[in-house]
């Protein structure tokens, strides 16, 4: 398994579109690690009475209404932002992986119900439901917040997972597992999981991009990371009476928000690619 996830990986940097989208979230992900030690505090608001002001050598990105550096808070907000992302999306692949392949290798009526609650779960629109949990709190946690978030985006993921165990269970391979032995537990987790890793890694890769955008929307409402927590959405939103006389306010944390989802939608089109034998 970790030789194909390293040649697909390998065949994936080898896409310029793969290439780009690694480095350009590798040097977001850089600069949120060192922010706290290179750049001031986020917090710090060291002339109030001052306000906005636009960039400059002392604060390349300017500073917002507060007075406080917009660069160390946009760093600040990534890492934030991306650690969100990477743990909601790392439960809602457990989640949705778990039920797919229970669903896809178990079939009959376990089946039947576990796709039908899929079915229901995707009628309902995400946001309406997220937005539905998060009015019941006033200050969500943000471990609340990722739990949410991870809790509902595992649907599309079960139903990809299940179209993979139900194409590979029927293999020569995983036949020849089973005839000599092999039960359930290790079928799933040493034939059929390895070989569905592939498309997980594309839908992992959107999913990020999703919930990264889902979580600056969230707190461009009010509904997500609540302040002082810095967040590019609630950047946003802090700049909102500021869009005409300041507009690097909202300029650089969207910059961010654009950036990262491109970067992993780059990323995501050059695993699909490396997947696709026609691309390649």
């Given amino acids: 398994m970790i030789g194909s996830l390293v040649e697909l990986f390998r065949s994936a940097w080898g ?10 979230l590798a040097g977001l992900a850089l600069a949120s690690l060192l922010a706290p030690a290179v750049l001031p505090d986020p917090a710090a608001m060291p002339d109030v009475v001052a306000g906005a002001t636009p960039p400059s050598t002392a604060h390349p990105f300017g500073t917002d209404h507060l007075n406080r550096d917009i660069l160390a808070r946009v760093a600040n907000g990534g890492r934030i932002s991306l650690a969100v992302a990477t743990l909601a999306v790392t439960l ?20 039947a119900i576990l796709m039908r609650i899929v079915d229901a779960a995707l009628a309902v629109p995400r946001l309406f439901v997220i937005l539905l949990l998060l009015v019941v709190w006033e200050r969500i946690p943000l471990a609340a917040l990722v739990l949410v978030l991870g809790t509902t985006g595992w649907f599309a993921t079960s139903r990809l997972v299940r179209g993979e165990v ?13 005839a000599l032995g092999s039960g359930p537990v290790r079928t799933i987790t040493r034939h059929l999981l390895p070989n569905a890793a592939g498309p997980l890694l594309v839908a992992a890769t959107l999913g990020v991009g999703e919930v990264i955008l889902l979580e600056a929307g969230l707190s461009f409402l009010g509904l997500g990371i609540q302040p002082p927590t810095p967040s590019w959405g609630g950047m946003v939103l802090d700049s909102r009476p500021l869009m005409v006389t300041a507009p690097w306010t909202a300029i650089f944390p969207g910059a961010a928000i654009v950036a990262t989802v ?14 696709d034998p026609r691309q390649r």
């Avoid at 896409?15 to 350009?24: E, K, M, N, T, Y």
């Avoid at 809602?92 to 089946?111: H, K």
Wanted: aromatic residues 6%.
């Fill in 262 to 275: 491109l970067a992993v939608n780059l990323i995501g089109d050059a695993l699909q690619a490396a997947l």
């Fill in 15 to 24: 896409h310029p579109s793969g290439r780009a989208g690694a480095l350009i």
């Fill in 166 to 178: 139900l194409r590979l269970r029927h293999e020569e391979f995983v036949l020849a597992a089973r």
């Fill in 92 to 111: 809602s692949l457990t989640m949705g992986s778990l039920v797919g392949l229970v669903a896809g290798y178990a079939g009959g009526w376990a089946d």
